[in-house]
């Protein structure tokens, strides 16, 4: 009977402006990503992740936060990285779709950022398509290149194809 | 105003806004038989409350469109407009009596015999000229409506929206948990100056939790203050003496549950006092008290609530019961043979069965316990019955407490933990792992398969760790747990490392992207914040490949009728050859299981054969060769017409409820080739092969040896009787494709499949086999072959329009011989043409 309900809370005053995406960085492997910034709800860190038997490979498992269970994805298993190495450190992001709450696995979340949106390129041609299917664009920043991802379809994870 | 009438006119109003949508629904599509379920249900139970509410107006206007409505279910008559009509002339008629009586406190005076005449016009089939006048009838009075209908509405008390209790339900939910967490927190830090606040807020807490369930709880009584005044009047108008006892009345359930459960407690009381109980001679006669008793009876059983029905009446005539089934054609004379009593009782739990011999304006119309059982099992609850002839009848209901938090037992699978709720759970049993084992039960296993001895059953085992995958983590203990739990009808262990005890937990749906796992029925998390998966018994036993529908105890058993579970099929494991490997046959083509003393078989120039049932059996072995080993010979006997024969075997394994998906054909004879059952490789018996071993002619020259196999079509709605022709019409030589549906049959076409006749059933949802012979007639590759109908009921005008549609033949959908006649014809006719 408990459909979990949720209370649609505020997001932090961050908001995209017509021309900047404002998004969250993080790292997979060595690669720079975002994810834009009013999909998140919260950052965790060493947080303790019960797997679940006969899951997918990527649902990494539950965690429990303040009394609501959140089904972790590892994005390394997702975009099919090569698996964290045993005990070092991930962080989470969590983000909430369809009233129910998931959390991203990453190596790193470092800040809040603003992109110019014309700083944008398309995605090369080249690019897996593991990466062009999870990407909704590519932005120059003064560093490197960074990747910025669609939670939606992220988690949308075929369940036939895990089975 | 009566308590009892303003609920009544809080119901009837909600239930007259739901009909006028779903009549103009039917209107436009007059096949749909949930809606028309659905409007007769509604009608039914207006009209049934106005009997012993006294508002005679109502009733009669009610009955008489109930009458119609019948015949429209029936399909005596079709639901046109003119029908239409006339019933939503009958509720602006039940509208204006129910305004009326909301402002005055009864029922208004007037004459009601315009419509119910136009009623009785229209059932008895002459219609059209009905409808105009009727209309015109209730405009003038249509106007006083409104008005009147708001003075219903006033309020007691707050209502307000189950959705904010549920919300409050979850936040308290998180509050606990958070609790628990600080709790535990606390005791490994010791004293502190968190201490004295921290307990004060888990006091709160508590009583919040409990003050937030207290808004969803509900004495039953609630549920029943309307059946004395209910039992009074029906006692009045059957002339009969009855008593009704009520205990536990203040046995609190979730709101949302007793909602759910007050209709089907009412039918049920009606049932047993219209039904059940004799009238004052008759009890006399039997030597009984002339007061005849209802029992009510609501109690509290770990986490769930059970309420009885008793009465001391005549109890079910399992025989009047049995003719009955047989009359409406709900089963066959051989399947109801192999039923015991309590099977053939439980034909009451069927829609469209009902035992009273007349329809009365009490109960008999079809409509009652099968509305009962749906009701109770949509909230998670299971419905008995026991009944004694002569001596009266029981119904025991056993329903959860609540929905939301349930109490379950947390067990512990290769350092993994898991909670099983506590309801499903029997018994715990501790047993000795492999060897060492003295005292305590020790698992044993038949070949690959583990199972316990306990007490006299057979129970099947999985290991938890095993079927979830895990892995081995820590040593294997020595010790392992059996959790013995209720799965359907039947029972089945879980081996588990550990358990710890049993805990409240808040059950939260598990995240979209895991519901194909189908083991767990949620999570939850636990007093020490950890996150655990909630197994579901049901799914459990499903994913071990074990049908939970029907019994696994009995091997006896195995030769009832298996029941319809989802897809696949019953399927009979055994050994046989004496290789050992597994072998199965579907459980439909088996007649029955025997054990015979090895002394009566005895060896003929043809082969080993047994007297059984005062006739010669031939007995085939696989292996040409009698088992030596046991004073008893296992056979599987198959029967057809006059002839048996018994197929010698080593072993009867189990039954499983199975696709059967044939992988590897086979080179050998008598084999049809290996599919995975249950998880191993098994051997699919070739039943056509061993039957002509014994008998040549088993198949009566049908199909000749050299001869093409014929390919059907069969298209039948229902699980059970697909599972009961497919293996049939195989047995019979035929090559079988079966389609769920008439779309699926026709998609089936027009992707080229190929076949030489059709077998259809008639009563289907969405396309019926009406239609879809029309579909197939219209063209297509299909349009000139043979089809055959398959129908409940025999009525000449049925038949008519069938072969009107193009069906080839009718067929009774019992009647196996009578089906496997008409093929017969039909197909040798087309080679003929």
């Known amino acids: ?163 | 105003m009566d308590d009892l009438l303003a609920e009544f006119l809080t119901e009837t109003n909600e239930s007259l806004a739901e009909l006028d949508l779903a009549l103009v629904k039917l209107e436009r599509a007059p096949d749909d038989q949930a809606t028309l379920g659905l409007i007769f249900r509604l009608v039914h139970t207006i009209k049934g409350t106005c009997g012993f509410l006294g508002l005679p107006r109502l009733e009669h206007v009610a009955h008489a469109a109930e009458n119609v409505l019948g015949r429209v279910r029936d399909r005596e008559l079709a639901a046109t407009p003119p029908v239409i009509s006339a019933v939503l002339a009958a509720l602006d008629r039940i509208k204006l009596i129910v305004a009326g009586l909301a402002a005055a406190g009864a029922e208004p005076g007037g004459d009601d015999s315009g419509v119910i005449t136009a009623l009785e016009r229209v059932a008895s089939g002459d219609a059209p000229e009905a409808a105009p006048a009727l209309e015109s009838e209730t405009v003038e009075s249509a106007a006083a409506e409104p008005q009147a209908a708001e003075a219903v509405m006033n309020v007691q008390s707050i209502r307000v929206a189950v959705d904010v209790l549920e919300e409050l339900m979850t936040l308290v939910g998180e509050l606990v948990l958070t609790r628990n967490q600080l709790l535990q927190i606390s005791r490994a830090e010791g004293t502190s100056a968190f201490s004295a606040p921290l307990q004060r807020l888990s006091h709160i807490t508590t009583d919040l939790q409990e003050g937030v369930m207290k808004t969803r709880m509900q004495p039953i009584g609630n549920a029943w203050n309307k059946l004395p005044r209910l039992v009074r009047d029906l006692a009045h108008e059957t002339g009969k003496k009855i008593a009704l006892d009520m205990h536990g009345q203040e046995t609190e359930l979730d709101r949302q549950v007793l909602e759910l459960m007050r209709d089907p407690l009412t039918h049920m009381v009606r049932n047993s006092a219209d039904h059940g109980l004799e009238g004052p001679e008759a009890r006399r006669a039997a030597g009984k008290p002339e007061l005849g008793r209802i029992r009510l009876n609501a109690y509290h059983e770990g986490g769930h609530i059970i309420i009885e029905v008793a009465d001391d009446g005549r109890g079910l005539d399992a025989e009047k019961i049995r003719e009955k089934v047989l009359s409406k054609g709900l089963a066959t004379e051989a399947e109801l043979a192999a039923m015991s009593e309590a099977q053939i009782r439980a034909f009451i739990f069927r829609p469209g069965f009902s035992t009273a011999a007349a329809v009365t304006a009490i109960s008999g119309r079809g409509v009652g316990m099968d509305v009962v059982r749906s009701n109770i099992e949509r909230i998670g609850g299971t419905v008995e019955l026991a009944s004694t002839l002569g001596a009266g009848t029981c119904f025991t209901i056993k329903i959860p407490l609540t929905l939301a938090i349930v109490s379950a037992l947390i067990v512990r699978s290769r350092g993994e933990r898991f909670a099983i709720p506590q309801i499903s759970v029997l018994e715990l049993v501790r047993v000795g792992g492999g060897a060492g084992a003295g005292t305590s039960m020790a698992i044993e296993t038949i070949g690959h398969t583990p199972v316990l001895r306990l007490r006299d059953q057979l129970l099947p085992l999985v290991t938890l760790g095993d079927l979830l995958q895990l892995n081995e983590t820590d040593a294997v203990s020595s010790n392992a747990t059996v959790v013995v739990t209720a799965v359907g009808s039947g029972m089945l262990g879980i081996v588990v490392d550990d358990v710890y005890d049993t805990e409240e937990i808040v059950v939260k749906p598990v995240a979209p992207i895991l519901r194909h796992v189908t083991m767990f029925s949620g999570n939850t998390i636990l007093g020490d914040g950890s996150v655990i998966m909630i197994l579901d018994p049901n799914g459990v036993a499903r994913s071990a490949g074990i049908s939970t529908s029907r019994s696994q105890r009995n091997e006896a058993d195995a030769s009832l009728k298996a029941e319809r579970s989802g897809d696949g099929m019953s399927l009979l494991l055994f050994r046989a050859g004496g290789d050992g490997a597994p072998r199965a046959v579907p459980l439909g083509l088996v007649a029955r299981l025997e054990d015979i003393g090895r002394d009566k078989i005895e060896r003929t120039a043809g082969g080993f054969v047994t007297q059984y049932r005062g006739k010669l059996m031939p007995l085939i072995s696989m292996d040409d060769a009698a088992s030596a080993s046991g004073a008893t010979q296992p056979i599987l006997v198959f029967a057809e017409g006059e002839r048996c024969m018994g197929l010698m075997v080593d072993e009867i394994v189990d039954v499983v409820h199975d696709k059967l998906t044939m992988q590897l054909g086979s080179g050998s004879n008598g084999l049809l080739g290996t599919a995975v059952i249950a998880g191993q490789a098994t051997d699919v018996l070739d039943t056509g092969y061993w039957l002509t071993r014994a008998w040549q002619d088993w198949f009566g020259g049908a199909v000749s040896a050299a001869s093409r196999r014929q390919r059907l079509l069969v298209v039948e709605d229902s699980d059970f009787f697909r599972q009961m022709l497919v293996p049939t019409l195989a047995a019979a030589g035929y090559d079988v494709t079966a389609a769920g549906s008439g779309a699926e049959a026709l998609r089936l076409r027009d992707g080229g499949l190929i076949v030489d006749a059709i077998v259809s059933d008639i009563e289907m949802p969405d396309m019926d086999g009406l239609e879809f012979a029309r579909h197939v007639r219209e063209g297509g590759a299909w349009a000139a072959l043979p089809m055959i109908a398959l129908t409940g009921r025999g009525a000449p005008a049925d038949e008519v329009r069938g072969r009107e549609a193009g069906f080839t033949d009718y067929c009774q959908k019992f009647e196996r011989d009578g089906l496997l006649a008409s093929l017969r014809h039909c197909l040798t006719e087309q080679v003929l043409a």
């Open chain 1, 1 to 163: 009977m408990t459909e979990a309900g949720v209370t649609a809370r505020e997001n932090a005053g961050v908001a995209d402006t017509g021309d900047d995406v404002v998004v969250l960085t993080l790292t997979l492997g060595d690669q720079l990503c975002g994810v834009p910034v009013l999909g998140v709800r919260d950052v965790l860190a060493g947080q303790a992740i019960a797997r679940i038997p006969l899951a997918p490979v990527e649902v990494a498992g539950n965690l429990n936060l303040r009394g609501r269970i959140v089904t972790a994805i590892d994005l390394r298993e997702r975009l099919r990285l090569p698996p964290r190495a045993a005990g070092a450190p991930s962080m989470s992001i969590v983000t909430e779709q369809g009233s129910e709450l998931y959390a991203l696995l990453v190596d790193h979340v470092s800040e809040v950022v603003t992109l110019r949106r014309h700083a944008m390129e398309p995605n090369p041609p080249t690019l897996p398509a593991i990466w062009t299917d999870h990407s909704q664009g590519i932005y120059r920043t003064d560093q490197s290149l960074l990747v910025v991802l669609d939670v939606e379809r992220l988690l949308q994870i075929d369940v036939a194809a895990a089975a």
